[in-house]
Structures are given as C-alpha cells and as structure tokens.
C-alpha cells in the first residue's frame, strides 16, 4: 500500500487517469449493451419461403410494372412450381408489340434461400439460382427476369403481395 501512495505523489496524472477509467467504463458497457439490445431487435427473422407462402401474385415496389404469379395460371388456375412474370409490353424494331424481355412462364424449386428458375420456353434444362426471402407479406428476390433467363442477376427487387 505505501507504493501505491507512493506513485499516487509522483504521477498524480496517472491517478486521475484511472479514476476516469474506472467512471468511463460502467457508461462503456452500458452503451455497448443497449447498441447490442437494439441490434436484436430490430433485426427481423425472415419467414420460411416455400411454395403455398409464395403462391399469389406480387407486383415490384419501386415502378410496379413487373408482376411474379406463383402457382397460379391466368385463370387462376393451380400450376404448382410454375412462375408467371408480367413485365408489360413494348414495340420492338420490326414494329411489333410484344412481351419485354423475361416475361413468360418460369419452372421454379426452392432450395435453402434460393429460388431455381427455367424458362418453359426455352431449349436450355440448365436451372439458374437466384437469392429469394420472404418477410410476411414482403419478397426480396434477384432480379432474374430484367435481362432474361440464365443472366447475372442485376438487383435485388423487393415485391409485395396484392391480397
């Protein structure tokens, strides 16, 4: 105790540096422990994307030109694993007024967080993964359907679904 006194005379900075070492800490883990707490919680747990929570249309939140039906025909029929895209149409060089690019119907399987896709019309059996999650009545999914199939996705999209 008589060098702790002893070094408290000589370097009496050294004593209020830990003093306010000591006051700073409790404050410290007090921020830390409520920055930890916020982080928790308003992290939201995404919901288990399978088929029958898919099924439904959903139409793209930013412009709401691009449409997915899931397991629906235009009738609305049931198609079970088929994707229906609506991305509107347009006048291409010939005149012509067709489906833009990646509309059409889509064969899907849900694997872990990803969504394998093939277009039906196509001659390629190659499947394409792209990232999908769903949060309640949300969907985020890679933009497969902007440049066409079996493409790098561009974005991620997010859709809400039309009740």
Avoid at 29 to 49: G, H, M, N, P, Y
Avoid at 70 to 86: A, D, E, I, W
Avoid at 106 to 111: I, S, V
Wanted: proline letters at 4%; glycine letters at 6%; aromatic letters at 10%.
């Amino acid at each position: 105790m008589q060098s702790q006194t002893n070094i408290n005379r000589a370097y009496p900075t050294l004593r209020l540096g830990i003093e306010s070492l000591e006051k700073a800490y409790p404050m410290r883990s007090f921020v830390f422990t409520l920055i930890l707490s916020v982080a928790f919680l308003t992290c939201t747990k995404s919901d288990l994307v399978s088929p029958d929570t898919l099924t439904g249309t959903w139409v793209e939140v930013s412009a709401r030109k691009d449409t997915l039906i899931f397991n629906l025909g235009r009738l609305g029929t049931p198609l079970p694993k088929t994707l229906l895209v609506n991305r509107g149409k347009e006048i291409n060089a010939g005149g012509w007024l067709l489906p833009k690019l990646g509309s059409g119907y889509y064969d899907y399987e849900l694997q872990d967080n990803s969504i394998l896709v093939i277009n039906m019309l196509s001659s390629s059996m190659q499947r394409s993964a792209y990232k999908i999650e769903q949060k309640g009545d949300q969907l985020q999914i890679e933009n497969f359907f902007e440049l066409g199939f079996n493409q790098p996705a561009t974005a991620t999209r997010t859709l809400v679904r039309l009740r």
